[in-house]
């Protein structure tokens, strides 16, 4: 049977279609790592390195890692939420680093490494208060992970997109920290390969 959409039922799918899209950012060590990880699950669209919650204006990187800006290593994850509801996606963040190590993610040390979820909404608000919750079954009942409001996110320089992937084979990084923790969330089947 074929049916013919008038113009105002395809406006209306297309905007369905779109009010489906929505973005979060969170940060949990280095930016290059949370990349890595949400570029590996299922309906994300997007990801984008960059900095949240700080102070100083469009900061690079240089001034992120002074530790004086007050910004966090954070990925902006654009996603269907037709496909990945926002409540897996916020279990995959809690599985990728170590939520209970304030400002600290293995060697990477300092408060632009602390664990931090920016909600754009009182939805997403619930949803990572609720995460948090659940994340303690896992790692017991000290978790320091920051809920604040999104303010600001300041996309990281272009050297910093699509790191991993760029460089997997370049930065003893990549091969030492991000890939050991990739296989390991694969082998757990949180993420895809």
């Known amino acids: 049977m074929t049916t013919n959409l008038t ?11 779109a009010a489906t899209i929505q973005k979060i950012v969170v940060g949990g060590g280095c930016f290059w790592c949370i990349e890595a990880v949400f570029q590996r699950v299922g309906g994300v669209k997007k990801v984008v390195s960059g900095y949240s919650g700080g102070h100083v204006p469009n900061p690079s990187y240089e001034q992120v890692c002074t530790k004086q800006t007050g910004h966090a290593e ?11 509801k926002l409540d897996t996606l916020l279990d995959v963040f809690f599985a990728a680093h170590d939520p209970t190590t ?4 293995g060697a990477d040390k300092g408060p632009q490494y602390r664990s931090v979820i920016f909600y754009a909404n009182e939805e997403q608000k ?12 896992e790692w ?11 303010k600001e996110f300041y996309a990281a320089e272009d050297y910093h997109q699509n790191y991993f992937n760029l460089n997997k084979n370049r930065n003893p990084y990549c091969s030492v920290v991000i890939a050991p923790k990739l296989h390991k969330l694969i082998e757990k089947g949180v993420i895809k390969e």
Do not use: M, W, Y
């Open 7 to 17: 113009s105002a039922e395809t406006v209306k799918t297309a905007s369905d279609k």
């Open 74 to 84: 954070v990925a902006q994850v654009e996603f269907d939420s037709s496909v990945l």
């Open 140 to 150: 017991g009942t000290t978790i320091v992970t920051e809920i604040s409001p999104l």
């Open 126 to 137: 619930a949803a990572a208060i609720a995460a948090k919750e659940r994340a303690k079954k």
């Open 102 to 105: 304030p400002n600290q993610q």
